[in-house]
């Protein structure tokens, strides 16, 4: 079996045959033929397969992180993130790798979110609404500390109400973010 025009691997087995195999992402062509003890060879079979790596579980606004607490440092990663059809310009700048989150306060009081100690230019934002396409802004930046890159909100919070928060990447930038919330 070829990936790619590699080197043959073969496969092992006996009624079923199997062999593992490394994937790029995008476009991968493999080969297959069976040879017998007595040196028959099968036709080459050729397949073509789009791998495409799932991204975070929270890169879908249908399907974000629950937040519980009132305050907290989480590390994560948007560099497989996308944006998806109808979704804002979060801070009303073109982005392109946003996650997910939902938080409900347990009461009424003020939300702090930053992205200090990011290692790529981010973009916050929070919103109501129930459906990615008519979200209501309620609080965005980019760059909170003049060219730094990290951004940060404060608002004002009601309890039991469901904000939808965005972390993205300028212009689509990905990486490691650092995120507070407070």
Not at 53 to 72: E, H
Not at 137 to 143: L, M, T, V, W
Not at 152 to 171: M, R, S, T
Request: aromatic share 8%; hydrophobic share 40%; glycine share 10%.
């Amino acid at each position: 079996m070829k990936v790619n025009g590699q080197l043959a691997n073969p496969a092992t087995g006996t009624t079923n045959w199997s062999s593992p195999i490394v994937l790029k992402q995008g476009i991968n062509t493999i080969e297959a033929r069976a040879d017998d003890a007595a040196g028959n060879s099968s036709p080459v079979a050729t397949i073509q397969i789009n791998y495409q790596p799932s991204g975070p579980v929270n890169d879908f606004f249908a399907l974000p992180v629950q937040l519980t607490g009132s305050s907290g440092v989480s590390v994560i990663t948007n560099t497989t993130a996308t944006k998806e059809f109808g979704e804002p310009n979060h801070a009303g700048v073109e982005g392109g790798a946003s996650l997910w989150w939902t938080f409900a306060p347990p009461d009424d009081g003020v939300l702090t979110l930053s992205t200090t100690n990011s290692d790529f230019d981010t973009l916050l934002a929070v919103y109501t609404g129930n459906r990615v396409n008519a979200l209501t802004e309620i609080a965005s930046n980019d760059d909170a500390f003049d060219g730094s890159g990290f951004s940060q909100v404060e608002l004002g919070v009601k309890v039991n109400q469901i904000y939808h928060i965005a972390i993205d990447g300028f212009g689509g930038a990905s990486g490691v973010a650092t995120w507070n919330i407070r």
